[in-house]
């Protein structure tokens, strides 16, 4: 059993910013793949953005520019700056984890909410 909190969501303006971090509980944090996925209203699940043990990265091409992913290996913790924020980047955000032996965890999300 993987815990993960995510924290850091909430209301914006358009253009705004807001930081998004998530802690997770496994002690092998040093070998997954974390990721940061979000759900609008009567939308799929969608990936956001990715990085690796070793801080390769991947974003969605409707993120690319206005958001950075990043990873404390020490703290166990994962990070997703947002930038420029637009109105539809509004979505509960999800943090996910990937570990090589036990699968795929999620934590229960955090609201982001952009104004026009």
């Known amino acids: 059993q993987v815990q993960l909190v995510e924290s850091g969501g909430g209301l914006v303006q358009s253009g705004g910013s807001l930081r998004l971090s998530c802690a997770a509980s496994?002690?092998?944090?040093?070998?997954?793949?974390m990721g940061w996925y979000r759900q609008a209203p009567g939308k799929q699940r969608e990936l956001v953005a990715t990085?690796?043990?070793?801080?390769?990265?991947n974003y969605a091409n409707s993120v690319k520019g206005r958001f950075t992913i990043s990873r404390d290996n020490a703290k166990r913790t994962v990070a997703l700056q947002m930038n420029n924020l637009e109105p539809e980047d509004t979505a509960v955000y999800y943090c996910?984890?990937?570990?090589?032996?036990?699968?795929?965890?999620w934590g229960q999300g955090t609201q982001v909410t952009v104004s026009s």
């Open positions: 996910n984890i990937r570990l090589p032996s036990y699968g795929t965890y």
């Open positions: 496994t002690s092998i944090f040093n070998l997954s793949v």
């Open positions: 990085i690796t043990s070793g801080g390769s990265t």
